[in-house]
Every structure is written in C-alpha cells, then in structure tokens.
C-alpha cells in the first residue's frame, strides 16, 4: 500500500528517494493499494507542481501514473466502520481525515503503508503497519 507522498516520488524528479523506488520495486507484478481519494488528492498535487514549475504536464504525469500496478480499493470494508475508524484513528494519530483514509486501509486490509510522510509514518509505526524496507 502506498500514499500520495510516495506516488509523487515516483514522478517529480525533486522528489525522487531511494526510500519511494523500494517501495515501487518491492511490489513486483502485484499491485499497491490506495484508497479512493488517491485520485484527487494526486491530482491536485500534480496541478500544483505543474502550476509551480515542477513538473510540465500534470495531465502527462497522471496518464504515467494510472498506468502503473495501482488498485483504487473504494469497498474494502463497511462504508458506515471506515468512517467511523477514520476518524479514530485521525483522532488517536492527530492526522488529517484523508491520511487516515490511508491508515484505516491499511489497517483494514492488513498490508503495510509505503509514505513519505513524518506524521503518517509514526501512525503506521504505532499501528506496526509501515512499510520499512530494513525493518529494526
């Protein structure tokens, strides 16, 4: 499972880590999970590196993106539960809801989270759900 942040590692060449090309390789042929609302939140970020100078075409980025082994999961789980965990664990990890989006999927499907972000990775760690490529 991966999160914007890491998605966007993949395609901003300021933006590219060792840590982001694991975490693509490591996938192999199956596919990374994300939930539904990678799509806009991509998008807006490429709109923005695109508005910023960063990349130059966020339409050509995104094509690139969908393109690769990437499952939008919009069902995993009850609607009326993912909500509800959302907003635990937004709560218990002082995240946004859209990073618990991706934590409560995680948690619901059992696989580790690829991010790139500080608060989201010490939540996943908590939750013994981030995906470390050289576990301690």
Not at 116 to 129: G, K
């Amino acid at each position: 499972m991966i999160d914007a942040s890491v998605t966007i590692a993949w395609i901003a060449e300021d933006e590219k880590c060792a840590y982001a090309d694991f975490a693509l390789h490591a996938f192999g042929s199956d596919a990374a999970i994300v939930p539904g609302i990678w799509h806009w939140e991509i998008a807006n970020v490429l709109l923005a590196l695109e508005r910023r100078g960063r990349i130059v075409d966020a339409i050509a980025a995104f094509a690139r993106l969908v393109q690769l082994p990437i499952d939008v999961e919009l069902l995993a789980y009850s609607r009326d539960r993912r909500s509800i965990t959302e907003l635990e664990l937004a709560r218990k990890h002082h995240l946004s809801a859209y990073d618990a989006a991706y934590l409560a999927l995680a948690k619901a499907t059992s696989h580790r989270l690829a991010t790139l972000d500080a608060r989201l990775e010490r939540a996943a760690r908590a939750e013994s759900l981030f995906f470390d490529p050289a576990p301690s």
